[in-house]
T-cell receptor
Framework: KAGVTQTPRYLIKTRGQQVTLSCSPI?????VSWYQQTPGQGLQFLFE???????NKGNFPGRFSGRQFSNSRSEMNVSTLELGDSALYLC????????????FGPGTRLLVL | GESVGLHLPTLSVQEGDNSIINCAYS??????FIWYKQESGKGPQFIID?????DKRQGQRVTVLLNKTVKHLSLQIAATQPGDSAVYFC????????????FGAGTRLFVKA
């Protein structure tokens, strides 16, 4: 089975721009979570989607949003980028009701200049 | 965003010795605790988990101990190998109202050959 894939792997943007990151979960996994990882703040939970619905959200501003499609693929969007948004964005998928193990993708490294 | 801690402690051990990595968690209502390993350039990889109604769980070369009285979690790695060198994260998960995982700051493990 293929693992979690994320595209793009690397991205450079400038302040004020917006960005969309994509995540394809493991086949059969319906829950997708997003995390932001920075050296200063560590791994922080952004949101979780299940069956196209956002079920949980971390403490991030409204500039961070996401969605999930009927095939469980997920996207996250960051609008009006700030320098502090530079981070590794990780996506993780799991099978609802079959253990809580999350499987992480390799991440998208975003640099905001 | 939510996170635990800003500093990354480091543990250095000799190959073949046992390693113990400690973690303090924040929410006594957490249902589930997980240890992840993250190597450079990769997403976190699941190592072992433990439910809140247990106090010990063993895997292959790894043991997780949970002390709910003091909200403490530890990961013991037996016969540490150079390939164990990585950053280790503890995480607590709440299953109520969706799925939400809060990660600890992480501990960097160096294994000296």
């Amino acid at each position: 089975k293929a693992g979690v894939t994320q595209t793009p792997r690397y991205l450079i943007k400038t302040r004020g721009q917006q960005v969309t990151l994509s995540c394809s979960p493991i086949s059969g996994h319906r829950s997708v979570s997003w995390y932001q990882q920075t050296p200063g703040q560590g791994l922080q939970f952004l949101f979780e989607y299940f069956s196209e619905t956002q079920r949980n959200k971390g403490n991030f501003p409204g500039r961070f949003s996401g969605r999930q499609f009927s095939n469980s693929r997920s996207e996250m969007n960051v609008s009006t980028l700030e320098l502090g948004d530079s981070a590794l964005y990780l996506c993780a998928s799991r099978v609802q009701g079959a253990g809580e193990t999350q499987y992480f993708g390799p991440g998208t490294r975003l640099l905001v200049l | 965003g939510e996170s635990v801690g800003l500093h990354l402690p480091t543990l250095s051990v000799q190959e073949g010795d046992n390693s113990i990595i400690n973690c303090a968690y924040s929410n006594s209502a957490s249902d589930y605790f997980i240890w992840y390993k993250q190597e450079s350039g990769k997403g976190p990889q699941f190592i072992i988990d433990i439910r809140s109604n247990m106090d010990k769980r063993q895997g292959q070369r790894v043991t997780v101990l949970l002390n709910k009285t003091v909200k403490h979690l530890s990961l013991q790695i037996a016969a540490t190998q150079p390939g164990d060198s990585a950053v280790y994260f503890c995480a607590e998960t709440l299953l109520t109202g969706g799925f939400k995982t809060i990660f600890g700051a992480g501990t960097r493990l160096f294994v000296k050959a």
